[in-house]
């Protein structure tokens, strides 16, 4: 009978799921692996299927405690992100994000929404030095948004046609994403 031959490759994956098995380990390492997904810009809608945001009663609560009012994006270029701090491919996608939020924050609404408490939020945002604002639903979002899964980014048209639709983490401050957002803020 032959012995089975442990190879370096063999090796190296038991370590990852051993890695993958230890709570401590495991949010970085699927952190890691969701940064390498995130690599890619997400893909645009083809016009002929864009859904179409028509109702706009959506009360939010921003994270200094404000109210915030969906009616106001009307006629503007929105990005609506949902997400959590506890979600490793959330987190992978976060740095595209804020670098998307600080080029387009003059032109673009951003709406980043967590169900979380203020405190997780608040905490989070300080540790990564991120400069965008938060808010925590009020009432229930909007049909056409579906976020039963997270990451779930959105990107609107002045018309609140729904352009991008994403679920999972992507690179947002790709020149793909960039393109389309100084396409739509000409229109």
Known sequence: MNKP????????????????IIPKTRQPIQIFL???LALFGPSIVDEDKREQVTDYN?????????????????RKVVVINFWATWCPPCIAEMPSLDALYKSYKEDVVFLFVSNENLE????????NSYSFHV???????????DASAIPRTYILDKKGNI???????????SEKVREQL???LKE
């Open 120 to 127: 997780t939020i608040s905490n989070f945002i300080s540790k």
């Open 58 to 74: 959506w009360e939010l609560i921003s994270d200094t405690g404000e109210p915030y009012n969906f009616n106001e994006v009307k």
């Open 5 to 20: 031959k442990f190879t370096t490759s063999n090796i190296i994956f038991l370590i990852v799921i051993l890695l993958l």
């Open 34 to 36: 969701h940064k390498g």
């Open 163 to 173: 352009v991008i639709d994403k679920t999972g983490a992507a690179n947002w401050n």
């Open 135 to 145: 808010y925590r639903p009020k009432t229930a979002y909007p049909e056409p948004f």
């Open 182 to 184: 100084d396409w739509l």
